[in-house]
């Protein structure tokens, strides 16, 4: 297992501690990088100025990009699951007939 390395991240301004694997620790900095992107972009397209609202309205596009895409992986799921229901109940009636 990955020892723990202890890192700083920067999110709008203000540092966090973190402890994290030593495998995480370019994703989170690389998220790290995502957000300063956003909020930049957020504060670019918007004018807003205060980091508060920035960081709410980044959470917010963020929570609704999930749900989309969580949205999209049940329908997939779902529709994976009815082919295979009806490919097992192809195999159950073909085995029954003969």
Do not use: C, W
């Amino acid at each position: 297992m990955s020892e723990g390395v202890s890192i700083k991240v920067n999110i709008a301004g203000k540092e966090y501690p973190l402890k994290v694997s030593a495998t995480e620790r370019d994703d989170v900095i690389a998220i790290e990088q995502e957000i300063k992107e956003n909020l930049d972009e957020l504060k670019s397209n918007y004018g807003v100025l205060d980091k508060q609202d920035l960081l709410a309205m980044f959470l917010l596009q963020h929570m609704m990009s999930n749900k989309n895409n969580k949205n999209n992986y049940s329908e997939d799921a779902e529709d994976s699951l009815h082919d295979k229901l009806k490919d097992l109940e192809d195999f159950v009636s073909k085995y029954l007939k003969s």
